[in-house]
């Protein structure tokens, strides 16, 4: 990705309020938790938020992104002479100034930086119109939309085999009278007769070129001439909207889905963000996700552990199997079947089945009596090795 004239001027890492070196778990943590505090729908109405938001939004966009990261730190490092595009000097060198200027000229006509400076302070103060150092201005190009955050509520099953279900929100979209293009239905937005299409008009001034973005069209190279009256021309209007959102199987609590380009619509024909997807699961009364197997806990008498027996399995899908105890079976064992997990395109998963002997709270007279009879029979002691590794202690 080429770097953006943005990356000179703006400290991303301030933004995020995190050091130069963070690691990048840390980067997306503080994102997260600014996101949510400045989050539009949180805050409807305040603009000083909807600000900071979209702040935040192009800051992750650039260090979130490792490789981003990379390339702005190393234009970062250029300081100011890397802002005018001083790269290496040279005939025609290329510069980028304020308000999305571009100028070309040549530093053997100049006496040096000092003068450079002088002349270029002059000439962008000329230009005027905006806040900052001589009159710099924000550019008007393409701009990305801002990402959106929703949440999905599934229930148990849903989350296992996986399931294409809907989100809803209110956000701006692309206006659904003119289909996002600004314009009254039955016309067109027509190509913009000041930098024919362009997007840039040239501004020579002797030793420098300079190209800034339209004024008539704001640099996207077309103009709306009959504004549509659902929007007034910006093509994008607030309102209710359904996402569709395919949720794969054995998503857990807390996961995110990233859906592509389902945010906000982008600013000037910069690309939509990006909607964000957390998945909330009920828990269910019985089993329990551990990677793409299933685990339940099933009780079994003592007689059935001790004897071993064949033994009902309840399953997700409703339909139980069978499974074969041996005899002596411990209480706390876990035994697996093949197959009765998570669906998965890698293989489907296991059902693990943990077994707890389950000692009865009350007894009738024949149950007792059987049990003392068993305590007759029984010779061993189960605690007798505890005794001797106590004893050598």
Same mark, same amino acid.
């Given at each position: 990705?080429?770097?953006?004239?943005?990356?000179?001027?703006?400290?991303? =890492?301030?933004?995020?309020?995190?050091?130069?070196?963070?690691?990048?778990?840390?980067?997306?943590?503080?994102?997260?938790?600014?996101?949510?505090?400045?989050?539009?729908?949180?805050?409807?109405?305040?603009?000083?938020?909807?600000?900071?938001?979209?702040?935040?939004?192009?800051? =992750?966009?650039?260090?979130?992104?490792?490789?981003?990261?990379?390339? =702005?730190?190393?234009?970062?490092?250029?300081?100011?002479?890397?802002?005018?595009?001083?790269?290496?000097?040279?005939?025609?060198?290329?510069?980028?100034?304020?308000?999305?200027?571009?100028?070309?000229?040549?530093?053997?006509?100049?006496?040096?930086?000092?003068?450079?400076?002088?002349?270029?302070?002059?000439?962008?103060?000329?230009?005027?119109?905006?806040?900052?150092?001589?009159?710099?201005?924000?550019?008007?190009?393409?701009?990305?939309?801002?990402?959106?955050?929703?949440?999905?509520?599934?229930?148990?099953?849903?989350?296992?085999?996986?399931?294409?279900?809907?989100?809803?929100?209110?956000?701006?979209?692309? /206006?659904?009278?003119?289909?996002?293009?600004?314009?009254?239905?039955?016309?067109?937005?027509?190509?913009?007769?000041? /930098?024919?299409?362009?997007?840039?008009?040239?501004?020579?001034?002797?030793?420098?070129?300079?190209?800034?973005? /339209?004024?008539? /069209?704001?640099?996207?190279?077309?103009?709306?001439?009959?504004?549509?009256?659902?929007?007034?021309?910006?093509?994008?209007?607030?309102?209710?909207?359904?996402?569709?959102?395919?949720?794969?199987?054995?998503?857990?609590?807390?996961?995110?889905?990233?859906?592509?380009?389902?945010?906000?619509?982008?600013?000037?024909?910069?690309?939509?963000?990006?909607? =964000?997807?957390?998945?909330?699961?009920?828990?269910?009364?019985?089993?329990?996700?551990?990677?793409?197997?299933?685990?339940?806990?099933?009780?079994?008498?003592?007689?059935?552990?001790?004897?071993?027996?064949?033994?009902?399995?309840?399953?997700?899908?409703?339909?139980?199997?069978?499974?074969?105890?041996?005899?002596?079976?411990?209480?706390?064992?876990?035994?697996?079947?093949?197959?009765?997990?998570?669906?998965?395109?890698?293989?489907?998963?296991?059902?693990?089945?943990?077994?707890?002997?389950?000692?009865?709270?009350?007894?009738?007279?024949?149950?007792?009596?059987?049990?003392?009879?068993?305590?007759?029979?029984?010779?061993?002691?189960?605690?007798?090795?505890?005794?001797?590794?106590?004893?050598?202690?």
């Amino acid at each position: 990705m080429a770097p953006q004239r943005e990356w000179f001027e703006k400290d991303y =890492y301030a933004v995020l309020g995190v050091d130069e070196g963070a690691a990048q778990k840390d980067i997306t943590r503080a994102y997260r938790k600014l996101a949510r505090q400045h989050h539009p729908d949180a805050n409807s109405g305040n603009a000083a938020s909807e600000e900071r938001f979209k702040q935040i939004s192009a800051a =992750y966009d650039v260090i979130g992104d490792p490789d981003k990261r990379k390339e =702005y730190d190393e234009v970062r490092k250029l300081g100011p002479l890397g802002a005018m595009g001083f790269g290496g000097g040279g005939a025609g060198a290329e510069g980028f100034g304020p308000g999305g200027t571009t100028f070309t000229f040549n530093p053997d006509d100049v006496g040096g930086f000092g003068d450079l400076g002088s002349i270029l302070g002059g000439l962008f103060g000329r230009r005027g119109g905006g806040s900052g150092p001589a009159g710099a201005t924000r550019g008007n190009g393409p701009r990305r939309g801002r990402d959106l955050e929703a949440e999905l509520h599934l229930s148990f099953a849903d989350a296992v085999s996986g399931v294409t279900t809907s989100v809803h929100l209110t956000s701006d979209a692309p /206006c659904s009278t003119c289909a996002g293009s600004g314009a009254k239905p039955g016309t067109s937005p027509i190509v913009c007769p000041r /930098c024919a299409g362009r997007g840039t008009v040239q501004d020579d001034q002797g030793l420098f070129s300079f190209s800034s973005p /339209c004024p008539r /069209c704001a640099g996207r190279g077309m103009v709306v001439e009959d504004p549509c009256p659902t929007c007034r021309g910006t093509g994008v209007e607030r309102r209710p909207r359904e996402v569709r959102v395919r949720v794969p199987p054995g998503v857990t609590d807390g996961r995110r889905i990233r859906l592509k380009g389902r945010g906000t619509p982008g600013a000037g024909g910069g690309p939509p963000g990006d909607l =964000y997807v957390t998945c909330r699961v009920a828990p269910h009364e019985l089993f329990s996700v551990r990677g793409r197997d299933l685990v339940v806990t099933v009780p079994v008498t003592f007689p059935e552990a001790a004897l071993g027996a064949d033994i009902s399995v309840p399953t997700l899908d409703g339909a139980p199997v069978t499974l074969r105890l041996p005899p002596g079976t411990r209480s706390g064992r876990t035994f697996r079947v093949r197959g009765r997990g998570v669906p998965s395109p890698k293989g489907d998963g296991d059902l693990l089945v943990t077994v707890e002997v389950a000692v009865p709270a009350k007894l009738t007279a024949a149950q007792r009596k059987a049990i003392q009879a068993l305590d007759a029979a029984t010779d061993a002691n189960p605690r007798e090795h505890l005794m001797e590794a106590a004893s050598h202690a």
